[in-house]
């Protein structure tokens, strides 16, 4: 039941503490497997809070409120709540501050969301309760919980140390465009600030000098806690820096340039820079205790290093000794010598042993089952070393590899037990991109054939993005253009696609990844939305043949599938001295994931056409006139084998 500032507050004047972020996993088994690795890093790491991700327009508010109530009462950390007030339901924001007041939370991230888009997300019922009547901003989500809250809430609020990068280019962004919206929320009630995640650490020093001096004095004293991404890949780290318009700076980049087709060396790097990040930072003067908050994508082993690194884990422990006596059976209770008192005898958790606490050790004394009152409730040894941290967040011994298995996160087709399985963000489906970077991108279809141009132009180079992906071709997929092209032109839209490898350098330049010195293999796959009536035919061809593993799903639900209860790797390498890694794998529970996802993205791209117009109209109707389908080769040694058995007529 604690206020994030009071906490901070408790602290030593010249203490250092850090908060960790976390999202809801989409998979039941990964939301499962977060609780494993939530009690691990809350042992192991000590944070002194925690968020939780909030979905836009409240698309995860109850895995959202499942996850704070675990971190809250079942792991006892201080948690802090995102909410967004934009695009949802006007009920859902009170239900989430009335719930999280149920459950302990004392704290809050005020946050607006995507832009209020009402005649894009609500119909004529739904425009009854819709939250964008009353929420524009930010500013009139803290004015709300003050006004019904009073100061039972603490309220965090968003900062941008490079501007605001809404709607907006690169070289537009200028804080200074967002400061007096931030002189205004801090005005209405907020409690601290956090910033957007960044690498350029002098464009923070340059931003938290401007806010400390500011003429309007009001954040004179407020925390101000600096938002950091470990790094955890290369292409994560592109992904990540293009869509949130974080200037990566060009010694950083030479840095990570030179190591990024060997994973591990990548996040070696990106563990030196962001510790070197927070020491630049933790040298800067500061009215308040200075405090980090790292992204962790609910991964791990790369925050705990940063943390070991820059000695930000907090170097005592507060254990109860409890005072009961207990003597292990058949010990004799040794003979001691006593003053005034009594002995006295405690048990403490020793593992593999419970030791019996005594005043003082005799001749005669049991030193595997004693321990001196002195030493009641200190482990045995020093828990902080950074061999012991880490062999926590690594997964050694019966941890066994839950801490590892997502080293190489590969997008939605990862491990979907991971907690860090699907979006890297958490933030639910989106377009990634502006409504006026979308007409810009992708026009006004109003035909078949103008979709089929749209995935035709990314397939060929020319389109830097479709909706369901924001990246550019990579060159592995080149090598299969012509295929994809071909498909194309039968009306199936790939939206997911790899070539067969057998046994390729793990330092190879196109297919390569992990460490260099490995192999690395690839079954050729396939991802398209294909017509309903064309589903129909090639499912019996699917279904006649023995090297194919097929997923196939719809708008409604409806789920078919060769196998539903095949794990079908389709990526994975062999390193020296390291199991078999697999960061690629299909089956039902992240196929019907991603399903899910993939056709409400048509409905988000649909949402930024006029409703009832000729475009709004065809991108509804395809939505509910395609199947999403995904088809595994298992011959990857014949690599050409799935293109030739697709496009066979």
Request: hydrophobic share 35%.
């Amino acid at each position: 039941m604690e206020k994030v500032t009071d906490k901070i507050n408790a602290l030593p004047d010249d203490a250092h503490y850090f908060s960790l972020e976390f999202f809801p996993p989409k998979t039941s088994i990964g939301f499962l497997n977060l609780q494993n690795r939530l009690e691990r890093m809350s042992q192991a790491l000590r944070p002194l809070f925690v968020t939780v991700t909030w979905g836009a327009g409240g698309s995860t508010a109850t895995k959202s409120l499942e996850l704070a109530e675990i971190c809250q009462r079942q792991l006892g950390l201080t948690t802090c709540l995102h909410l967004t007030c934009t695009n949802m339901s006007r009920s859902l924001i009170d239900d989430a501050l009335e719930q999280a007041k149920v459950l302990g939370i004392r704290n809050i991230l005020a946050l607006r969301g995507d832009a209020p888009r009402s005649e894009e997300y609500m119909d004529e019922t739904q425009l009854q309760e819709d939250s964008n009547k009353e929420f524009t901003w930010a500013i009139d989500l803290v004015r709300y919980i003050r006004r019904q809250y009073g100061d039972y809430f603490c309220i965090g609020v968003a900062a941008y140390p490079e501007g605001h990068s809404d709607e907006s280019h690169p070289e537009k962004q200028d804080p200074e465009f967002d400061l007096p919206y931030l002189v205004e929320k801090t005005r209405a009630g907020a409690d601290f600030i956090m910033t957007q995640l960044f690498f350029d650490v002098e464009a923070f020093d340059r931003f938290e000098t401007r806010l400390r001096e500011h003429e309007s004095g009001v954040f004179k004293t407020i925390p101000i806690i600096p938002g950091l991404m470990p790094i955890q890949s290369y292409q994560i780290l592109r992904r990540t820096t293009k869509l949130s318009h974080a200037k990566l700076p060009e010694d950083m980049l030479a840095r990570l340039d030179a190591v990024k087709g060997d994973d591990e060396l990548v996040k070696q790097v990106g563990v030196d820079i962001l510790s070197e990040m927070v020491e630049h930072i933790q040298k800067r003067p500061s009215p308040k205790r200075r405090g980090f908050h790292f992204y962790t994508l609910n991964l791990e082993k790369a925050v705990a290093h940063i943390l070991e690194n820059t000695h930000l884990i907090p170097s005592t422990l507060d254990q109860q000794v409890l005072e009961v006596d207990f003597t292990p059976s058949g010990l004799p209770i040794p003979e001691v010598e006593s003053k005034a008192t009594s002995q006295r005898r405690a048990s403490i958790d020793s593992s593999p042993h419970n030791r019996v606490i005594v005043s003082q050790r005799s001749k005669s004394s049991h030193a595997s089952y004693e321990l001196h009152e002195n030493e009641a409730g200190i482990p045995h040894g020093p828990v902080n070393t950074r061999a012991n941290t880490l062999a926590i967040s690594e997964g050694e011994g019966s941890l066994g590899r839950e801490a590892t298995w997502d080293d190489f996160p590969n997008g939605r087709w990862g491990d979907a037990r991971s907690p860090a399985f699907g979006e890297i963000d958490g933030y639910g489906p989106t377009l990634h991109v502006s409504t006026p970077q979308a007409l810009k991108l992708w026009g006004h279809p109003v035909t078949i054939d103008d979709i089929s141009t749209i995935f035709r132009r990314h397939i060929s180079g020319d389109l830097e993005a479709i909706p369901w992906t924001e990246q550019e071709f990579n060159p592995e997929t080149n090598i299969i253009r012509d295929e994809l092209l071909a498909l194309n032109k039968k009306g199936w839209w790939s939206v997911a696609s790899q070539p067969a490898v057998n046994g390729v350098k793990s330092t190879d330049p196109v297919f390569g990844w992990g460490p260099k010195n490995g192999y690395v293999f690839q079954k050729p796959f396939v991802e398209l939305f294909i017509p309903s009536q064309d589903w129909a035919a090639l499912q019996a061809r699917l279904d006649a043949c023995d090297e194919i593993t097929y997923f196939a799903g719809n708008a409604a639900g409806d789920l078919a599938a060769s196998n539903e209860g095949s794990v079908n790797p389709v990526t994975w390498g062999t390193f020296a001295g390291k199991e078999i890694i697999t960061p690629t794998i299909i089956e039902a529970v992240s196929f019907r994931s991603w399903q899910e996802e993939a056709f409400s993205i048509w409905r988000e791209w649909q949402r930024i056409y006029p409703r009832g117009g000729a475009t709004s109209r065809l991108l509804g109707s395809v939505r509910e006139g395609v199947w999403l389908v995904n088809v595994i080769w298992h011959g990857f040694v014949d690599g050409e084998g799935l293109w030739r058995f697709l496009l066979e007529e």
